[in-house]
């Protein structure tokens, strides 16, 4: 067997994932839905004279946005232009449009626009591609992480064709890191990758082909730089083989796909919240867990933890709320990674604390009324009565105090005479509320006699 050798050279590569980057459709994996044969994106890379609607390609990071963008301009010919939302302005897009403009009335070249993060554009900037993409000028093929509905201005959404990537499978994963290493542009047969580390770099990628190219480039420069492996003295030594365990040691922890301004952001939080709220404490942890991972403030999430626990705990578990400020506290005292335990516990308690949002329902149906006008004026018992002018006016006058009465409540109308009979808070019997609404019954019987 012969033994791999590391090539030293003054010149540094490219990254594995740009050097595997596909040459052609047929070369991309996954997301064969939009590579069916007529499709757009078809079309679009076999004729340069074709006239093909602009795309937006929206999906995830590492799913083939700017591969699909770079194939299509290249297979077809056309000029290919690229440019990134991060650091593009107007002006450089209205330069893009009129070279594009020229390079079509004299010679006839078609122009691919590739605009990456176009969810970054402001207005301004995005208004600013309408006449190149509405007079034919560019074919704009622009990629995002997040939904283009909130994202796109509609006059050029309406003028696009919306493309949506999927995460890739675990055997697009397995197919894409098998070429890497086989490929001559890759790793060309320079290190074995076994099979429980193949199945470890597709667990790390999370349907995510950079992420998996990166994770096999850092394990096999480490098996590389450990040598090979032989099992007898003076035995050739074989290729170095890339383990799960090397790959766990090469690799420091799983990067989960989480962009904490973007849809994965809100995604993931919607989804803790509401395996909460569905009494799902494993769930609920699991999403919490995701979330300390990549890295999210502690503090926002003990804010959302407050916010549950008034919001869909309420009345039925008072305790809920101390709980959670008491998390917020203790994250703010400790920081990661001690923090996680009180925020953990904050989230089981609430996970399997009794529900109901009845707080939220009286709060807002108050705040209906106000908004409508409806409030009346304040009745004159109630008033204070602060100076010898407002007691002349009757304020405060006929107040009967509950400590006066045994009960400690008695017969009395405290709103206003418009909204007498009204009714805000209304508790469900679950938990706490139960005993709450006992009570109010009977108090109610005295103070309105219900």
């Known amino acids: 067997m012969r033994r791999a050798t590391v090539i030293v050279s003054n010149s540094v590569p490219a990254p594995l994932a740009a050097r595997m980057r596909p040459r052609s459709l047929d070369e991309v994996v996954g997301q064969q839905h939009l590579l069916r044969s007529g499709s757009p994106l078809r079309v679009l890379a076999a004729d340069a004279g074709a006239s093909v609607v602009s795309v937006i390609l929206w999906g995830p990071p590492g799913t083939g946005k700017t591969t699909l963008a770079q194939v299509v301009a290249h297979s077809s010919g056309r000029t290919f232009v690229e440019l990134s939302a991060v650091t593009a302005g107007v002006k450089d897009v209205r330069a893009i449009m009129d070279r594009a403009r020229n390079d079509r009335e004299l010679y006839g070249l078609s122009t691919v626009l590739f605009l990456d993060e176009i969810h970054r554009f402001t207005k301004a900037q995005q208004d600013a591609l309408l006449p190149g993409v509405e007079n034919g000028w560019v074919t704009l093929v622009a990629a995002t992480t997040e939904n283009p509905s909130f994202s796109v201005i509609s006059p050029l959404l309406s003028r696009s064709l919306l493309l949506t990537l999927e995460p890739l499978t675990d055997d697009d994963l397995r197919a894409l890191l098998r070429r890497a290493v086989e490929d001559s542009r890759g790793l060309d047969h320079g290190i074995e990758l076994a ?15 950079r992420r998996a190219l990166t994770g096999l480039e850092a394990a096999a420069a480490s098996a590389l730089a450990g040598g090979g492996a032989g099992d007898a003295e003076g035995e050739e030594l074989g290729a170095p083989v890339v383990t799960a365990e090397l790959v766990a040691a090469s690799v420091d922890r799983a990067l989960l796909r989480y962009d904490r ?19 799902d404490p494993d769930a609920a942890i699991h999403y919490l867990a995701r979330m300390i991972e990549a890295g999210e403030d502690p503090r926002f999430i003990a804010r959302r933890l407050v916010v549950h626990a008034a919001e869909d705990v309420g009345m039925a578990d008072p305790q809920a709320l101390q709980v959670a400020v008491a998390a917020a506290e203790a994250a703010q005292l400790l920081g990661l990674p001690e923090a996680r335990i009180p925020l953990a516990e904050a989230t089981i308690y609430l996970a399997t604390a009794a529900k109901s949002d009845t707080v939220v329902h009286a709060i807002d149906a108050a705040i209906s009324d106000v908004r409508r006008g409806g409030f009346g004026v304040v009745p004159k018992h109630l008033r204070h ?5 407002s007691t002349l006016l009757g304020h405060g006058r006929g107040y009967k105090s509950p400590h006066n009465d045994p009960r400690g409540v008695l017969l009395q109308q405290h709103l206003p005479d418009e909204l007498a009979d009204r009714v805000y808070y209304r508790p469900t019997d679950r938990g706490n509320e139960r005993v709450v609404g006992d009570r109010l019954a009977r108090i109610q019987a005295i103070t309105r006699e219900q």
Request: aromatic share 2%.
């Open 195 to 209: 099979d429980e580390g193949l199945e470890a770099l597709v667990q790390l990628a999370s349907g995510d082909a």
């Open 261 to 279: 301004d973007g849809d994965q952001h809100h995604d993931v939080i919607s989804a803790f919240i509401k395996s909460m709220r569905g009494s």
């Open 385 to 389: 009565a602060h100076n010898r002018g």
